[in-house]
């Protein structure tokens, strides 16, 4: 089973405004609606300074993380 935890010190590919960056999230958290499949949420700091949010897993209706 996947936990948050593995997931923040993963590095991950964003692309933002035609660049593409390999960074490590600055925080991970989950967001599941009720009665509903959820997803992971990351936020990741640029080099150029600005923050930037982006969804790197999906959660099942149990809470499990699905990768």
């Known amino acids: 089973m996947v936990k948050l935890e593995d ?3 993963k590095d991950y590919e964003i ?3 035609g660049s ?4 490590k999230p ?8 009720k009665g509903r499949k959820g997803f992971v949420m990351a936020l990741f700091r640029l080099p ?5 949010r982006k969804v790197v897993a999906k959660v099942d209706e149990q ?3 699905i990768t």
Not at 27 to 33: A, E
Not at 48 to 52: A, E, F, L, P, S
């Open 15 to 17: 692309e933002y405004e």
């Open 48 to 52: 150029t300074g600005k923050v930037v």
């Open 7 to 9: 997931l923040a010190k």
């Open 63 to 65: 809470g499990n993380i």
């Open 20 to 23: 593409k960056y390999k960074l």
């Open 26 to 33: 600055t925080k991970v958290w989950k967001v599941q609606p």
